[in-house]
């Protein structure tokens, strides 16, 4: 089992609130990665990260935001849910080098109301 | 563009047999690398198989093996003796530029 985690698991809250999904690994990964994936499709990359204090947007636009300002911890923020929001949220995160696989956390299940 | 594709959305195999997944891709780059993942349900998303492109030999991890055929793009994965656990969607991804780029995943149904 890959040592990153993501909290909450599941999440149903109503439309304009405020949004933190955590993802923490404990593997030293410098690269850390968000993707968004709706239910038995594929999955898209909406933010990415190559270490503290770096992070960069990925090809599915996304009103979220990140922040990277220690190396095990990769958070995303939704400043207003929106129903459009619901989706699953993935966090991963890889070692350096091309052929370095990405380990994935549980996701977060996220249902805007 | 760097694109990854999966025609099958879901496939059936009776337990014991084997099954082929098929993964086409796009990449105007010659050194990149293949991946495939599984993502059984409600559970995290793992790596089966991975495979460099400058390697011809295809990747073999027990009772996975790829076929790699890189002239044609195409990164195909056998499963040998299907198992109730392999029951999972399955999800080819390229590796280029520091990204991932994922297909949208085959559903593998596993009879018993």
């Known amino acids: 089992e890959a040592d990153i985690y993501q909290t909450p698991r599941y999440l149903v809250i109503g439309t304009g609130k405020k949004i933190t999904l955590e993802c923490s690994q404990t593997?030293?990964?410098?690269?850390m990665y968000w993707y968004q994936q709706d239910p038995g499709m594929e999955l898209h990359l909406i933010h990415y990260s190559y270490g503290v204090n770096s992070t960069e947007k990925g090809d599915l636009s996304s009103e979220s935001t990140v922040s990277r300002i220690r190396t095990e911890h990769f958070p995303l923020t939704l400043e207003s849910a929106r129903p459009s929001h619901t989706s699953q949220y993935l966090c991963?995160?890889?070692?350096?080098?091309?052929?370095?696989?990405?380990?994935f956390g549980d996701g977060t299940r996220l249902s805007i109301l | 563009a760097q694109t990854v594709t999966q025609s099958q959305p879901e496939m059936s195999v009776q337990e014991a047999e084997t099954v082929t997944l098929s993964c086409t891709y796009d990449?105007?780059?010659?050194?990149?690398?293949l991946f495939w993942y599984k993502q059984p349900p409600s559970r995290q998303m793992i790596l089966v198989i991975r495979q460099e492109a400058y390697k011809q030999q295809n990747a073999t991890e027990n009772r996975f093996s790829v076929n790699f055929q890189k002239a044609a793009k195409s990164f195909s994965l056998k499963i040998s003796d299907s198992q109730l656990g392999d029951a999972a969607m399955y999800f080819c991804?390229?590796?280029?530029?520091?990204?991932?780029?994922f297909g949208s995943g085959t559903k593998l149904n596993v009879k018993p």
């Open positions: 593997m030293g990964h410098d690269k």
């Open positions: 990449t105007s780059e010659s050194d990149y690398y």
């Open positions: 991963a995160s890889s070692d350096w080098g091309p052929n370095q696989p990405q380990h």
């Open positions: 991804a390229l590796y280029n530029f520091n990204k991932f780029y």
